[in-house]
């Protein structure tokens, strides 16, 4: 297998930032609804854009200033919420030295990728970036993927795409790429996959050998 791209799911496979999404749902919905949102039903949500998130769940009728309330609670938080990732940075940095092109393909939208993005430094690493803002239809639909192949102009058979939930590995395996299941972060989407990823990895350093072994060069 020879790979010229390798696709990455955000929240909870390339950053810990499950807990701040979360937390940012929960404020704006007891300021908006005077509600206290449980952690497993905002978990449920997650996978959409926050913006599609309040416009479908929230009672309150001022949807749009709870939206621009999510982004101030999720950039004033960030630094306190999300921890740079020294493991992540460097099998970054590994592959756009190996020349691989890099691409994030995700549900959350693209105001709130673009400041964790910049929080993290990561603003100039990627070639492509597909948010669920650019798509009609969220994970499992592959849609995102299609998408991001067609921009980066490779072929499915020579993309790894990973991602940490079950909607990820369903989206990958639909549109035909190899599909790696990830728990290298500690509050990812699921703990067990119920869709089987082509491959598992529990640890960053377990991705890089598997590369090194020969994924990236093998012809």
């Given at each position: 297998?020879?790979i010229?791209?390798?696709?990455f799911?955000?929240?909870?496979?390339?950053?810990?930032?499950?807990?701040?999404?979360?937390?940012?749902?929960?404020?704006?919905?007891?300021?908006?609804?005077?509600?206290?949102?449980?952690v497993?039903?905002?978990k449920?949500?997650?996978?959409?854009?926050?913006?599609?998130?309040?416009?479908?769940h929230l009672?309150?009728?001022q949807?749009?200033?709870?939206?621009e309330?999510?982004?101030?609670?999720?950039?004033?938080?960030?630094?306190?919420l999300?921890?740079n990732?020294?493991?992540i940075d460097h099998?970054?940095?590994?592959?756009?030295?190996?020349?691989?092109?890099?691409?994030?393909?995700?549900?959350?939208?693209?105001?709130?990728?673009?400041?964790s993005?910049?929080?993290?430094?990561?603003?100039?690493?990627?070639?492509?970036?597909?948010?669920?803002?650019?798509?009609?239809?969220?994970?499992?639909?592959?849609?995102g993927?299609?998408?991001?192949?067609?921009?980066?102009?490779?072929?499915?058979s020579?993309?790894?795409?990973?991602?940490?939930?079950?909607?990820?590995?369903e989206?990958?395996?639909?549109?035909n790429?190899?599909?790696?299941?990830?728990?290298?972060?500690?509050?990812?989407?699921?703990t067990?996959?119920k869709?089987?990823?082509?491959?598992?990895?529990?640890?960053?350093?377990?991705?890089?050998?598997?590369?090194?072994?020969?994924?990236?060069?093998?012809?």
């Amino acid at each position: 297998m020879t790979i010229q791209a390798v696709l990455f799911d955000f929240d909870g496979t390339l950053a810990n930032t499950l807990p701040l999404c979360i937390y940012s749902l929960q404020e704006v919905f007891l300021k908006f609804d005077q509600r206290e949102l449980a952690v497993k039903e905002a978990k449920e949500w997650l996978g959409n854009s926050e913006k599609k998130i309040i416009e479908e769940h929230l009672i309150s009728n001022q949807k749009l200033d709870a939206i621009e309330y999510y982004y101030n609670v999720y950039k004033n938080n960030h630094s306190r919420l999300v921890d740079n990732n020294r493991e992540i940075d460097h099998l970054l940095s590994y592959l756009k030295e190996e020349g691989i092109k890099l691409a994030i393909v995700t549900g959350k939208g693209r105001r709130s990728l673009q400041i964790s993005l910049e929080c993290l430094h990561m603003t100039t690493i990627f070639d492509c970036i597909v948010t669920g803002d650019d798509v009609v239809q969220a994970e499992p639909d592959p849609e995102g993927i299609t998408l991001a192949l067609s921009m980066l102009d490779v072929p499915a058979s020579e993309v790894i795409f990973l991602g940490d939930s079950n909607c990820d590995i369903e989206a990958g395996l639909k549109a035909n790429i190899y599909t790696a299941g990830v728990h290298w972060l500690p509050d990812g989407k699921t703990t067990e996959f119920k869709v089987i990823p082509d491959s598992a990895f529990l640890t960053v350093d377990e991705f890089l050998e598997f590369l090194k072994l020969g994924a990236l060069h093998e012809s």
